[in-house]
């Protein structure tokens, strides 16, 4: 018995090693440095203060923080309103047929999400092919501006964070009992009341569950915002990453970081408050 | 004459070039209790979902009530489904599930009020108006599922074997409650089943599908005296299949040969000499002898099961080719294990499979 529990703590060793010093400890550091005041040369003067705090509450701070939730939030409502037709469209399709289109859509996340975000440029930009395409045919005279600007990040974000919420909605969709769409049907209910009525409330936790993974990342993730928004977008990803990276005021973004993980928590309660499952996010 | 209410002309099913039903034509009188019974895979569910639209015909036409309603959706037909795992929606109470086809067709609400209620009193769920379908037993979650059918006022309900997941008694006693809601409503209902039992004790008539196909559609009384088919005399009821031959008639009566010399004498039916015939003994109509009597089958007692009312005798009869029937007995002491008896079958009850027969 004790043996056998030495032996599990043994194979959990390189796990709580990992934790504990790539996650634990630097995130001590950055609640540390939180507190710490900056000097003007990007050094940091263990004294403590809340001013790094209080600075996030500044207008221009707090906008940025503002546009980053609605860019967020906007991605995710996209994400989710093309998960749910696919996800449904997929519900009495054969075995093989719904493994085949799933496997399209996890494909290109087998490639670094990096060099998928620059494939973009080439679709987007001014003479791209998307604008070239549509001048060609003549259905517009001016190339339209799809990138360098906000339309830019949230076509990455969705693109880049659409699996995140395809398939925890794919999964609850697909584990839904489909004699209660037939049942639906049944009692003379039309396609949009069986959306309605009884797949949007059977698959919720399914859309709680994807709009938490594809919302939260979509706050943070700055190389989106940085190349397809072509540094002209700030959002708060671009911000954290400025301080640490431009403006050498690490503990500033220590503080926007500290701050952003506070509401990320707030947001999974809020979903646990809802009725959210943990163990559809994998447990916590 | 009666009223036709579900009529299916010439349909067939085809999935990914499989023929599951082939050019079924039947016709549902309005307020009988119907059944389709066959062994699982025989397509009768299909055939109850061809006729709720959740299943689309490959060929031929269905009419509801008259109209013809094979492109019309689900959604618009006038039958109800009762499902196999009743499909109630968990996250509604049992009052917004009854509530869900009345909403969808938007029926007032002070009548849609009435109505439920109604439904509910019907199947005898007062109370657990406000109860979420996971809280309710199975026998409670299937009232449910008859409620939400029977409210909408349809001529027509379809069950998709309903009763299938709830325990033996609880199964029994759903039977009778069924079939009297069925009477008292005056409803169609088009029952799906692989249980014969339940088939014999509800229906008004039944339909026995094999391999897509209706083999035969009869009274239970019907179809258990005078299978048409084979198949219809082994799916129903114990039974015994012999092949005899007409050996020669004279007058009133046909000479049917046996096994191996057996001579039985049975009423001429426009038989001729040498026609072939399949030949049904039910088990219970033997009567068992210990002397050679006329028209009797010899045979060695192989095995003697007491059960009480009924004893169940395995007997070897036939030399060439030996057969084993099977015997139902009431008294228990006319024979034991390793007897040789002699068995006779009154000559009406001699079953020729596939024959014409009159009216009872």
């Known amino acids: ?284 | 004459m009666k009223n036709v209410i579900v009529r299916l002309d010439n349909v067939s099913k085809k999935f990914d070039d499989k023929t599951i039903i082939k050019n079924v034509s039947l016709d549902i009188y309005e307020g009988e209790f119907i059944t389709l019974l066959g062994p699982s895979g025989c397509g009768k569910t299909t055939i109850l979902r061809m006729i709720s639209g959740l299943e689309r015909v490959t060929s031929g036409d269905v009419y509801i009530d008259g109209e013809n309603v094979t492109n019309v959706e689900p959604t618009d037909r006038p039958v109800n489904t009762i499902f196999q795992n009743f499909a109630l929606f968990p996250f509604m109470t049992v009052w917004d599930n009854v509530n869900f086809g009345l909403k969808m067709k938007k029926v007032p609400k002070e009548e849609a009020e009435k109505r439920i209620k109604k439904a509910i009193k019907l199947v005898k769920l007062e109370g657990f108006e406000h109860r979420y379908p996971p809280q309710l037993s199975g026998g409670q979650q299937q009232r449910v599922a008859i409620a939400r059918g029977i409210v909408m006022n349809h001529k027509v309900l379809l069950l998709d074997e309903s009763l299938c997941s709830l325990d033996l008694k609880l199964k029994r006693e759903m039977q009778i409650e069924l079939k009297k809601l069925q009477k008292q409503l005056g409803m169609t209902f088009i029952y799906v089943t692989h249980d014969q039992d339940e088939a014999l004790t509800m229906s008004d008539r039944i339909a026995i599908i094999n391999k897509g196909v209706i083999e035969q559609l009869d009274s239970p009384m019907a179809i258990y005296r005078h299978p048409k088919t084979t198949f219809v005399a082994d799916f129903i009821g114990e039974s015994n299949i012999l092949n005899g031959t007409i050996g020669g008639v004279v007058g009133e009566n046909a000479f049917l040969n046996i096994l191996d010399n057996i001579t039985l004498t049975i009423k001429n039916n426009h038989y001729k000499k040498d026609q072939i015939l399949k030949v049904l003994f039910r088990p219970e109509t033997f009567e068992i002898h210990n002397k050679e009597v006329k028209d009797s089958i010899p045979g060695l007692v192989k095995d003697y099961i007491y059960d009480g009312q009924f004893s169940k005798l395995e007997v070897l009869v036939g030399k060439k080719e030996p057969i084993t029937l099977k015997v139902t007995i009431t008294d228990a002491d006319l024979c034991k294990k390793d007897d040789t008896v002699f068995l006779t079958v009154p000559e009406e009850k001699i079953v020729i499979i596939g024959e014409e027969y009159e009216e009872e």
Do not use: H
């Not at chain 1, 043996?3 to 540390?32: C, G, H, W």
């Open chain 1, 1 to 284: 018995m004790k043996k056998n529990k030495l032996f599990q703590y043994f194979l959990l060793f390189p796990v709580i090693i990992y934790s504990f010093l790539l996650i634990l400890i630097p995130l001590i550091y950055v609640l540390f440095l939180s507190f710490c005041k900056n000097d003007s040369y990007g050094g940091m003067i263990y004294e403590f203060t809340l001013s790094n705090y209080l600075t996030i509450f500044d207008f221009t701070y707090m906008m940025i923080l503002l546009k980053s939730a609605l860019i967020a939030l906007i991605a995710t409502l996209i994400c989710a309103f093309i998960s749910y037709p696919f996800s449904i469209f997929l519900m009495d399709k054969s075995e093989r047929t719904r493994s085949f289109l799933i496997k399209l859509v996890m494909i290109p996340f087998l490639t670094n999400s990096l060099i998928r975000t620059y494939g973009w440029i080439v679709l987007l930009r001014k003479n791209g092919v998307i604008n070239s395409a549509l001048i060609g045919t003549g259905i517009i005279s001016k190339p339209l501006s799809l990138m360098y600007n906000n339309l830019g990040i949230i076509i990455g974000m969705v693109y880049t964070l659409l699996p995140f919420m395809i398939l925890p909605i794919y999964s609850a969709v697909s584990k839904m009992d489909y004699s209660l769409v037939e049942a639906a049907k049944d009692l003379g209910a039309s396609k949009w009341k069986v959306f309605k009525e009884v797949i949007l409330p059977s698959t919720i936790s399914g859309l709680f569950n994807g709009s938490l993974m594809v919302f939260i990342p979509a706050i943070g993730y700055f190389f989106i915002s940085d190349i397809l928004g072509g540094g002209k977008v700030m959002i708060i990803g671009n911000l954290i990453k400025n301080q640490f990276l431009t403006a050498r005021n690490w503990p500033f973004g220590s503080a926007i970081s500290i701050f952003l993980i506070l509401i990320t928590f707030l947001l999974v309660k809020l979903y646990k408050k809802i009725g959210g499952k943990m163990d559809d996010l994998g447990g916590f």
